[in-house]
């Protein structure tokens, strides 16, 4: 869509963003002509564009009178008139790339342009948001905008009434939280007739924060689980061996893909433990499976980081938040394994009825679109798997914060020791300051340094979202310290208070860098809103955890060498350069795990397709008769081939189970000539019987009795079918890590493999309706014949 934009680029051009301004000032020029009409002109607008696209205009030739008709309506409605750069941004989401612009710039408002624009087609727009929050926050404000100008809007959030979520999809633009989007196209799938459906098909989504919704949510798939009672035994016997576990002498495990592995000792462990001869037999692929979740319980989830412990459970952690994820748990007994690692209550575990990935539920809009503070170190990605590019929209006023470069310290200590100071320093007249941390446990160590110094601050960790926001949105009053993990309240303004502008304005401290330098942006960004004054600064310790993670060798050397001042400030330079390389590392290790996570699920992706397209014509009743004779046919086929392949010779076919299958279908059984060395001969001469058959199931052709009873019998085979599939390709992509000595790549493993339980499941899936679908119809005759 945008070729003249070249990929190295850092920094959008003035040249690149001319095209832009062309039509700003056709945007401009018409301001003049829209202000003179009355309300009720203004909104007639909506149906002369609507009628205008219906005769086939473009949405790119009305854009300039569209664009001129929303700021109009957001003057007499919300006083608020779209700066030029605002316009920009609009152009930029309309033709489906992303704006990128710094907080307080105003994208509530610019993306009422590209939404209003794009609901005149007819097909609905989503807004997607970070929160319940903001979603709400902004169809209220937003919302006003676009129902003076006759579009309707909805509010779509968990827990409604399927009749209210379906009139909030129905309307022209819907707002909400992406994971809600996605789990309603998963339920969507599960349904039991099309009514029950909410969605309507995918048409424009404009993402909020769209970095944060694509890039650092993506790593969690959403899953819907049904519930299973867990072994509570092998849990606690599995945690206590990955106690005794030691890295890489019983276990390996990979940073990067986060495959976990058993060595030789490793095995001979557990099946004395368990008192098992061999733990790669299939009947112990469970207990395998125990032990390996064992594993990754201990080596992947930190007390007090990634999860709390209270009131007997666990609870997860959202890191970039570092708010407590409701509700939420790892599927697929991972979840368990913690809990019995922390020796609380072992809930029921989650067994995936239906999963998809964020990017791939997103990958279905046909035109997507966002906004963010932050996305241009990330372009690459972005382009790779969404198409996007990344447009930097100057901002309205200059900018005017301060950017302090990293001060570092030889120990944590001295590290937090220096903060505390600085904020006391800063505090002496009344400077607000946000000190930015990575997760809840950093936060409570820099909260511990603070009171040291009677310093009053409030502590925002695993707090709710409207505490969170209305904690964050006084952040900028004189005289708080507010204490916070990176991204908290993400999304909202902090407003400076009266006489803090003369103290400097907002100054954050972040104390540790982020494993993506996003983040640490996103950080800096809360201070100097709109061109107000402001001031960031870094103060970070090399014994960081990312660096003893990442840079352990590298650290070492430089240690060597480094000098330190009497407080343990490092003098060495060259320091800012090895923890900027060492987030770079950092950075596109967690960029190959996204990228080597969405090519396992883009094997499940397509076959997500296939089932679910089955499913919807079943849903449909699309042709009922032509599919089932279709799944006759082809049963019978595969009932041949399977059991006479053609790499083996004559003599070993399966003639006994060919026979025994076919005849599971058949009105009277066949004798199949074992002479025979063809298959399409034998093929042929079972031909007679599948017309027969083929007859009796046209003769249901007028039946409306039969055309509810056979999407009955489909659907729950289909769904069955699917749960068990994406089992098996769990445990599939669990296995995989046994294999690594196998000198082949894992991924093409996974993929042969797939495709070819894929293919055996969905044969055995057409099989069995096939075959309970014809004794049914058998039946049915047979008693109409006596009759
Ligand atoms: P962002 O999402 O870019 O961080 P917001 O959408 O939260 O910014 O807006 C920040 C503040 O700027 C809000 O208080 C909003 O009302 C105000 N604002 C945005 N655009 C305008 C405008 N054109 N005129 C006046 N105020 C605006
Ligand atoms: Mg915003």
Known sequence: MFSMFTRKKEQTSARELKKYYKIVDQINKLEANFSTLTDEELQHMTIIFKDRLEKGETVQQIIPEAFAVVREASKRVLNMRHFDVQLIGGLVLTEGNIAEMPTGEGKTLVASLPSYVRALEGKG?????????????DFDLIGQIHRFLGLTVGLNVPMMEPDAKKRAYNAD???????????????????????????????????????????????????????????????RIAALLAKRFKQDEHYEFDDETKATSLTDKGIEMVEAAFNVDNLYDLEHQTLYHYVIQAVRAHVMFKRDVDYIVRDDKVELVDMFTGRIMEGRSLSDGLHQAIEAKEGVTITEENKAQAQITIQNYFRMYPNLSGMTGTAKTQEQEIRDVYGMGVIQIPTNRPRRRI?????????????????????????????????????????????????????????????????EVELISEAGQKGRITVATNMAGRGTDIVLGEGVEELGGLYVIGTEKHESRRVDNQLRGRSGRQGDLGESQFILSIEDDMFKRFAKDEVEKFTKKMTVNEIGRINNKEVRELIDRTQRIVEGAHF?????????????NDQRGVIY???????????????????????????????????????????????????????????????????????????????????????????????????????????????????????????????????????????????????????????????????????????????
């Open 173 to 235: 633009i819907t707002y909400g939280v992406g994971t809600e989007f996605g789990f309603d196209y998963l339920r969507d799938n599960m349904a039991h007739s099309i009514a029950d459906k909410v969605q309507r098909p995918y048409h424009f989504a404009i993402i909020d924060e769209v970095d944060s919704v694509l890039i650092d949510e993506a790593k969690t798939p959403l899953i819907i689980a049904g519930k299973m009672a867990a072994n509570e035994e092998l849990h």
């Open 125 to 137: 727009v989503h807004v997607i948001t970070v929160n319940d929050y903001l979603a709400k926050r």
């Open 592 to 604: 190959s795990m996204r990228e080597y996570n969405l090519k396992l699920d883009d094997v499940i």
């Open 403 to 467: 950017d302090q470069q990293d001060i570092v310290f030889n120990t944590i200590e001295a590290k937090y020791e220096f903060v505390a100071q600085e904020a006391l320093r800063r505090h002496e007249n009344g400077q607000p300051i946000l000190i930015g941390t990575t997760s809840i446990l950093q936060s409570e160590a820099v909260s511990k340094y603070l009171k040291k110094y009677s310093l009053q601050h409030q502590v925002l960790n695993a707090k709710t979202v409207e505490q």
């Open 613 to 787: 397209s089955l499913r919807d014509s079943v849903l449909r009743h699309e042709d009922l008769i032509g599919m089932l004779k279709k799944m006759l046919e082809e049963t019978v086929d595969f009932a041949v081939r399977d059991n006479a392949p053609e790499e083996l010779d004559v003599t070993q076919w399966n003639w006994d189970k060919m026979e025994r299958t076919i005849n599971s279908l058949f009105l009277t059984p066949v004798t199949i000539d074992r002479q025979e060395s063809k298959v399409s001969r034998i093929l042929a001469s079972l031909q007679p019987q599948i017309d027969e058959l083929k007859q009796m199931i046209d003769s249901y052709e007028e039946n409306e009795q039969m055309m509810n009873v056979i999407p009955q019998v489909m659907l729950p085979f289909i769904d069955r079918m699917w749960v068990k599939h994406l089992e098996q390709m769990a445990h599939l992509k669990e296995g995989i890590g046994l294999r690594h000595y196998q000198q082949e790549d894992p991924m093409r493993i996974y993929q042969r493999e797939g495709l070819e339980l894929f293919g055996k499941n969905f044969q055995e899936l057409r099989r069995s309706i096939v075959e309970e679908l014809v004794i049914f119809m058998k039946s049915l005759q047979l008693q109409e014949e006596e009759v």
